[in-house]
């Protein structure tokens, strides 16, 4: 595959966790209804006015690199477009992404016209995980290819991997029912979703640790069996360590605004490189056999 279409992709994937990024920053310097109305930015104005201040800036702001994304999501369609017959998998994955990027537009405008409604920006944030499991997929796709594909992986640790895919997902989902009950609405007057917040901190923490515990048996397992996925589930585990940090930082000092932005950057990393992790326990027909045929070359040479 051409290096064009890998830094795409590349590119596209980053900047869909970007734009999480940003919209975490949206929410946590309370400019969430910034814009107070969508599409339009006032009701007379699509951009936003100096009368609007600093939040203005921020809403409007992340709008914009939505519709940077949506040119990016464009960019890489078009280049897939014309390989549709042969790169079938390309097509679908560019497509399926690129769609998200408008629902997910018209998604922020419902929660603004609901005065962020903490169900709908939880619901934003959930079609922001699966975008950025798309892109990583679109990425590992440009490298390999589309061969047939066979496992090569034990059993037992595919069945691991997916349980701990399962558990992560769920850490994900309880941390935004959290943040859906904590102080970082968006705006000084948008409603909370009422339920126990230090209560949920400790179910959120639950699905984290067994997460953790279980990246760390599929570390073992990877080492022990020389598995291809080593690097990927070592990186798994740091981001792990980075998000277990930062929540335990975040309970003790108040919630910081800045350490609940970077916790929801990380969570989406998290889901990025978990879904690499899933997809790499597969391997192209091919470059299986290539791999065999490097190996006894060097044995019938090496002797």
Known sequence: MNRRLRIIAWIYLAAQILLVGTGGLVRLTSSGLGCPTWP?????????TPEMGIHGVIEFGNRLLGI????????????????????????RLALFAGLGIPAQAVIGGISVHMQLNPYVVGFHFVISVVLV???????????????????????????????????ALLTIMVGILTTGSGPHAGDANAPRNG???????????????????????????????????????????????????????QANLGLPPFLVGLHMVLACALAAVMTGVILYMKSPVARITEARDVREKEAISHP
């Open 40 to 48: 339009r930015c006032t009701a007379d104005s699509i951009v936003n």
């Open 68 to 91: 940077a994304l949506g040119l990016l999501a464009l960019v890489a369609f078009l280049a897939v477009v014309r390989m549709r017959r042969e790169r079938p998998d390309l097509f």
């Open 133 to 167: 499991a798309l892109c990583t997929a679109f990425v590992y796709r440009v490298y390999t290819g589309n061969d047939p594909r066979i496992s090569v992986v034990p059993l037992r640790f595919a069945i691991l991997a997916y349980l701990t895919s399962v558990m």
């Open 195 to 249: 339920l126990d917040s230090e209560f949920l901190q400790h179910i959120h923490s639950w699905p984290a640790y067994l997460t953790f515990a279980m990246t760390i048996a599929l570390l073992v397992m990877a080492f022990r069996q020389n598995l291809g996925v080593q690097r990927l589930v070592g990186l798994l585990l740091v981001v792990e360590l980075f998000q277990v940090a930062l929540g335990l930082l």
